[in-house]
């Protein structure tokens, strides 16, 4: 089967650097992206094709991939990033999002 | 401002339908794939359904083939979701969202609770 497989959860503390990752046969050979969702709203896309930030995405997050892994890093942490982060794969005929991860600012 | 804007949801027992709409705002509607995504209760993001541009290509997760069927009235700018043989199992938030690639804007979402 087709998986994706996230950390439940990343702590970490402010001004600091979390990095998710995304791990999944096939990320090699298929474009990622990744989406933050805070509590009660849609989705947000902050990073697509692998590391292409969309128009008002801050440079502090960026994406990056290796082999079967991808990450999204979030540098100099603020508190408004606390959220839950899904990466997502588009394979052929199906999308498939990864498993999610909470983000804790301490 | 770019936009897409769903209705539909509601409360319906096992086995029920549900037609799902949403409408898309300044863009051009016809040159974007689109697809479904929903959420269950405190659960993820569950990729659903997708469709081309012009409707002619379709895709289903298999949580929802034979059961689901995406469509578009590209000059009416709305992309529906026919929801058919409903179960517990399909209650969550729908939510619309313009393919890229890349899911780059989503729509408030619907909720369909499935219930007896």
């Known amino acids: 089967s087709f998986d994706l497989t996230q950390p439940l959860s990343v702590s970490v503390a402010l001004g600091q650097t979390a990095r998710i990752s995304c791990v999944g046969n096939y990320i090699g050979i298929n474009s990622v992206h990744w989406y933050q969702q805070k509590p009660g709203q849609s989705p947000i896309l902050v990073i697509h094709?692998?590391?292409k930030r969309p128009s008002g995405i801050p440079e502090r997050l960026s994406g990056s991939k290796s082999g079967n892994t991808a990450t999204l890093t979030i540098s100099r942490v603020e508190a408004g990033d606390e959220a839950d982060y899904y990466c997502q794969v588009w394979d052929i005929s199906a999308g498939l999002f990864g498993t999610g991860t909470k983000v804790t600012v301490l | 401002e770019v936009q897409l804007l769903e209705s539909g949801g509601g409360l319906v027992q096992p086995g029920g339908s549900l037609r799902l709409s949403c409408v898309a705002s300044e863009f051009t509607f016809s040159n974007h794939a689109m697809a479904w995504v929903r959420q269950a209760p405190g659960k993820g993001l569950e990729w659903v359904s997708g469709?081309?541009?012009?409707?002619?290509?379709?895709y289903y997760a298999d949580s929802v083939k034979g059961r689901f069927t995406i469509s578009r009235d590209n000059p009416k700018n709305t992309l529906y979701m026919q929801l058919d043989s409903l179960r517990v199992e399909d209650t969550a938030v729908y939510y619309c969202a313009r393919d890229l690639p890349g899911f780059d804007v989503w729509g408030q979402g619907t909720t369909v609770t499935v219930s007896s």
């Open positions: 094709t692998d590391n």
């Open positions: 469709i081309s541009d012009a409707g002619a290509r379709t």
